[in-house]
């Protein structure tokens, strides 16, 4: 190439760059809103909770207080919990594991019901920047918990407080009501093809 060809390569290239960050620029002066966000993470894929525990981290590292309630979850070690509680992160968790294994409906309603008081507590807490609703759609599906409480609940809570929801399946008038949403696609996964659960990886 010479370099008369490579002067005017880069001369378009210039453009092109200068362009799109014109266009980035208008973007960012267009969003100057600051409020708490309704960030909705679902779909069937792995890393939902993953991406929730990645936010809240990343809240505590710029000095914002964040809690977690934990649905669904078990009594077993949680990595994620370990290192932020010691963040000075507040935790609160069902603790009676999968549904398909506790098969006691009422008594899932009712650990299900308690966390989602404690939750409630949290979302009228001004001093509670974010907040972590981990895997609470499933709750929502099986009616454990009143989607018109929660809605009501997120429509009332502190005005600059951020809520982060993950789960499969989060119902419609959640995603409607969310500011950002994200759906995470199973393209393969490990354990479909007879791999255990990793410690310090799936859990």
Known sequence: MTDKNADKKSVQHKKRMQAVKEKVDQRIDNAQEERGLLIVITGNGK???TSGFGTIARAVGHGLNAAVVQ???GT???GERKLLENAGVGFDVMATGFTWNTQDKE???TAAQKVWQRSKDLLSDKNIDVVLLDEITYMISYKYIDLDEVIAALNNRPKDQHVIITGRACHRAII??????SEVQSIKHAFDNGIKAQKGIDW
Not at 176 to 181: E, G, P
């Open 47 to 49: 890393g939902k909770s």
């Open 71 to 73: 649905y669904i979850k």
């Open 76 to 78: 077993w070690a949680c």
């Open 107 to 109: 008594k899932d309603i």
């Open 176 to 181: 409607d009501l969310a500011d950002t949403v």
